[in-house]
């Protein structure tokens, strides 16, 4: 069975920070990741995905991630955050044609 | 419109009383699914459906049914509602066969049982 783990549950950072926000999955075949970000009082908007070619991926709002096959990994970045990227972010995981799986999310806290 | 469109919003009931949260896109999709939200554990997975003649059990369907009206329409009920049902649900629909693959979520209802 699928699983999607998120390494970290709460980050704070300040302003101009960088971030990563780690990702890892258990599943053996062909998979599409996905990068979802949760703004509070608001439902879930598509950050970026991935599905084949470039393992390098560039989403919206500055934000990429890259998928790292070996590690089953697919983690976020973003050179410099902005306190508007206050949000909770999920990674999610589907194999071909089946259900997509969330991790459990990650609470990003963006200090003014 | 909103492409997936959830309601109600927001609701209040009692512990034992019938509840029934609707859900309906125009998105043309034929997957749809039911998720629920709570603090700490993500979205997890009620039911979902392929098309209008499939219904599969997620995760956490016990407690829980769901009926699908039509492509367009996908509800969620609670028989007879408990407090640790209190938790934030929110219906997509997907498109595997597309381009742009991806969930298309709802607004979001929020439930309290109390």
């Known amino acids: 069975a699928q699983s999607v783990s998120q390494h970290n549950h709460h980050v704070i950072l300040s302003e101009a920070a960088s971030l990563e926000l780690g990702c890892n999955y258990s599943y053996g075949g062909t998979v599409n990741l996905f990068w979802y970000v949760q703004y509070p009082g608001q439902h879930l908007q598509l950050l970026l995905k991935?599905?084949?070619?470039?393992?390098l991926v560039k989403g919206i709002k500055g934000f990429e991630a890259e998928f790292i096959k070996s590690k089953f990994s697919f983690n976020l970045r973003k050179p410099s955050v902005q306190w508007s990227d206050t949000a909770e972010y999920f990674c999610a995981v589907n194999a071909l044609g089946d259900k997509i799986i969330f991790g459990k999310g990650t609470r990003l806290h963006i200090l003014p | 419109d909103a492409d997936v469109t959830q309601t109600p919003r927001n609701r209040i009931t009692k512990t034992g009383k019938r509840i029934m949260l609707e859900c309906s896109q125009t998105k043309g999709h034929d997957r749809m699914y039911w998720y629920r939200q709570d603090p700490g554990l993500g979205l997890r997975l009620i039911y979902y459906?392929?098309?209008?003649?499939?219904?599969n059990k997620g995760e956490i369907s016990d407690g829980y049914s769901v009926s699908r009206q039509a492509q367009a329409k996908f509800s969620l009920s609670l028989e007879s509602a408990i407090p640790n049902q209190t938790a934030l649900y929110f219906c997509a629909t997907s498109d595997p066969t597309g381009a742009n693959y991806g969930y298309t979520f709802g607004s979001g209802t929020r439930l309290t049982v109390v």
């Open positions: 459906s392929f098309d209008v003649k499939d219904i």
């Open positions: 991935y599905f084949s070619g470039d393992p």
